[in-house]
């Protein structure tokens, strides 16, 4: 990852539900990762990433995370499940560890307009508070956030 450029955290508190961060500026990018500082626990429901005729590039690619939490699977928040109400049906979640991450690959780069993150609704909202969105390129590269 390019060092010349610090991710800033997208939040504070994340809010229950959507939350979106439109792109100010063109940014083509082939990952989108999610990076959590500290020691903690993330879980989130869905990671939608949009290009300018509004199609959803993540959903169905492949995603990876630094650990994974009993089932969790990072590709459950690229599987279009925006609301759950058991344990890891559609939910990304890592072990607790140093500084977890989640990421996305689109397979190719490309212009991107909005990243959404959907987290959950029915407890630990507070798991994906300070969360930086990084936009890295083919090399890993950070391109935007």
């Given at each position: ?21 439109i792109l100010q500026n063109q940014t083509f990018a ?19 990433v949009f290009d300018a005729s509004g199609t959803n ?20 928040a690229v599987d279009g499940i925006t609301g759950t ?61």
């Amino acid at each position: 990852m390019n060092g010349n450029i610090s991710p800033v955290p997208f939040v504070d508190k994340m809010p229950t539900g959507p939350t979106s961060r439109i792109l100010q500026n063109q940014t083509f990018a082939r990952y989108v990762k999610l990076s959590f500082p500290g020691y903690r626990i993330f879980n989130f429901l869905e990671v939608q990433v949009f290009d300018a005729s509004g199609t959803n590039l993540a959903f169905g690619s492949m995603a990876s995370q630094s650990s994974t939490l009993s089932s969790c699977a990072a590709s459950n928040a690229v599987d279009g499940i925006t609301g759950t109400h058991s344990i890891c049906e559609g939910l990304a979640a890592s072990a607790e560890e140093n500084d977890p991450w989640w990421m996305v690959d689109l397979g190719m780069s490309t212009e991107i307009n909005k990243v959404v993150i959907w987290n959950r609704v029915n407890c630990c909202t507070e798991r994906i508070s300070n969360a930086a969105i990084l936009l890295l390129d083919g090399d890993s590269n950070t391109v935007g956030q």
